[in-house]
């Protein structure tokens, strides 16, 4: 990886500031460091599509921090929150950064992403996230949060099941596309009241094109 990436990749925190200008100097060291780790690890362990890379700030950092925009905005405030389904760290370490006074817990079944998860955190001193390998099905009670967050990992209606047990107050869950259909077999087959579930457009945060479709749909089964 010569230098030249590792500079373009270290700009584009930029646009990370542009939309929280509140970060303080130490998060704003870490949001910077993010791009050096990742392209450091993903070379080694691809967790990340390596043409993605360039693109990591706006795809991945700025997608993550739409839920810390989304908590901040609703006044949700959690002490807790379990990414599941974590990957390589996304959304759980940009919004680890972003809310120190937050506990995460980051999980995936894959053991490669989790350390991955283990080493970019312990780089960056987060001694508020909780780096887990396993499936979330095979979590007991004490891994339960306020909120269980995640990115796509799979349909709806099959992700709600794996994390019932695993949440307090509700799911905040990135996806994009037309999500009608899929909303509705969710409801359906999880027996969730339909208006427990509401959708929220990541462009109304974020002008970049890339947002346009990207939405954030929020389950809050029981008053939060």
């Known amino acids: 990886m010569d ?26 060291e870490r949001m910077a460091a993010l791009g050096q780790l990742y392209a450091e690890w993903n070379a080694k362990i691809n967790v990340i599509s390596r043409k993605d890379m360039d693109s990591l700030y706006l795809h991945h950092v700025l997608h993550s921090l739409a839920l ?10 959690p002490a807790s929150v379990f990414d599941a389904g974590c990957g390589g760290g ?16 980051l999980c995936d079944s894959i053991a490669k992403k989790i350390k991955v998860v283990t080493e970019i955190s312990a780089a960056l001193g987060l001694d508020n996230v909780k780096p887990v390998w396993s499936r979330t099905e095979d979590l007991g009670p004490e891994y339960r949060c306020d909120y ?28 994009g596309g037309e999500l009608t259909e899929e909303i509705a077999a969710c409801v359906r087959e999880c027996r969730i009241e339909p208006q427990a579930v509401s959708v929220t457009d ?20 029981q008053k939060h």
Do not use: W
């Open 3 to 28: 230098s030249a990436f590792f500079y373009f990749c270290g700009m584009n925190e930029e646009i990370v500031f542009k939309y929280f200008p509140e970060l303080d100097a130490r998060q704003r």
């Open 68 to 77: 810390v925009r989304y908590i901040r905005e609703n006044g949700l405030a």
């Open 90 to 105: 996304f959304p759980g370490i940009p919004m680890a950064i972003a809310m120190p006074e937050c506990r995460f817990t």
């Open 202 to 221: 990541i462009s109304g945060y974020f002008s970049e094109e890339f947002f346009e479709s990207k939405k954030i749909i929020c389950i809050f089964p």
């Open 148 to 175: 269980v967050v995640s990115r796509a990992v799979t349909e709806l209606r099959r992700f709600v099941p794996l994390v019932r047990h695993l949440y307090r107050k509700g799911i905040l869950y990135l996806k």
